[in-house]
């Protein structure tokens, strides 16, 4: 049976950092899809909420301003998507400069050692694949590699080359969890923790992450994701109501895939209160919005 298509989808890319379509693009697939609430959440960057909005004018589909912003947590890359952004906000501005500002410098490092590694010119040639002015993250030297014809897949260009230990991987001191969340208030948003069980972290770990994102002013956590074991999905729905968290859901689209796409199969556990529910959700009516 094919799971289904949900209305909802608050975590996905574009253009604007590692995702594979414009803003335009993605609202076009959300539209065909029938999705109603699409969240673009680029990393440490805003730059393609405004065309997202413009697509969608008139249209069934609305589109929450967003941004997944990349913290170290105990020496882990931690990612906050913050939903419902004033994008005119100062502290919003300086903090995507920062994050510009390391990013560049990273980006330029791995390039550095792919070069040593033959890869001729990787720098601007990644950066010329993406749209002008975006964010390069490692996807899109992922991007790059495979197209280089020296990975067989994303994935494989991560497992050989960008991954932590790889040849290609440069450390970047992230700011803290507490920095993001409060830029994310500051901007009139919500915080929510993205993916948790992508870090890899024991039990005992992820809770106290959960723990401290909450102390900082975190309100809200992914529960549903795709490609997620259905006992993970169950498992961080309880841990969404043990700490009395609103819960969000997101495929993390970049591209499309059969086990990956807008609001594929995304449905919350029974019993907890979706994010669109919460205050700042509440003033832009969008749970009425939902239900017409
Ligand atoms: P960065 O923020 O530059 O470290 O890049 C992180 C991005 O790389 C994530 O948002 C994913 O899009 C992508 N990514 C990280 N690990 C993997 C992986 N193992 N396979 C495919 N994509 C990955
Ligand atoms: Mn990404
Ligand atoms: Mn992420
Ligand atoms: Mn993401």
């Given at each position: 049976m094919m799971p289904e298509i949900s209305k909802v989808d608050l975590h996905t890319h574009s253009t604007f950092s590692d995702g594979s379509l414009s803003p335009e693009q993605l609202v076009q697939r959300a539209l065909s899809r029938q999705l109603r609430l699409l969240a673009l959440t680029d990393h440490d960057a805003s730059g393609g909420v405004e065309s997202a909005v413009k697509a969608?004018?008139?249209s069934t589909l609305k589109v929450i301003a967003?941004?997944?912003l990349s913290t170290t947590w105990q020496n882990c890359q931690i990612h906050i998507v913050g939903l419902f952004l004033d994008l005119h906000s100062n502290a919003l501005s300086n903090f995507y400069q920062g994050?510009?500002?390391r990013r560049i410098e990273r980006a330029k490092a791995i390039g550095v050692k792919l070069e040593r590694q033959g890869f001729h010119d990787a720098y601007a040639r990644t950066c010329a694949m993406a749209e002008p002015g975006a964010l390069i993250t490692r996807g899109n030297y992922a991007r790059f590699i495979f197209s280089a014809g020296q990975a067989s897949s994303i994935d494989d260009a991560f497992n050989s080359y960008l991954k932590k230990g790889k040849s290609a991987y440069v450390n970047t001191l992230w700011p803290s969890i507490g920095e993001a969340v409060d830029v994310i208030r500051a901007s009139g948003g919500v915080a929510v923790l993205a993916h948790p069980k992508r870090y890899l972290l024991t039990n005992t770990?992820?809770?106290?992450?959960?723990e401290e994102f909450k102390s900082s002013g975190g309100l809200a956590m992914e529960v549903a994701s795709c490609r997620q074991r259905p006992c993970d999905?169950?498992?961080l729905g309880e841990l969404c109501q043990h700490y009395g968290l609103f819960a969000s859901m997101g495929s993390d689209y970049h591209q499309g895939s059969p086990w990956l796409d807008l609001g594929l199969g995304l449905t919350l556990p029974e019993g907890l209160t979706p994010v669109w529910e919460c205050p700042q959700a509440r003033e832009l009516k969008l749970d009425e919005f939902l239900r017409s």
């Open positions: 969608a004018e008139g967003g941004a997944e994050q510009r500002e770990k992820l809770r106290r992450l959960i999905r169950v498992y």
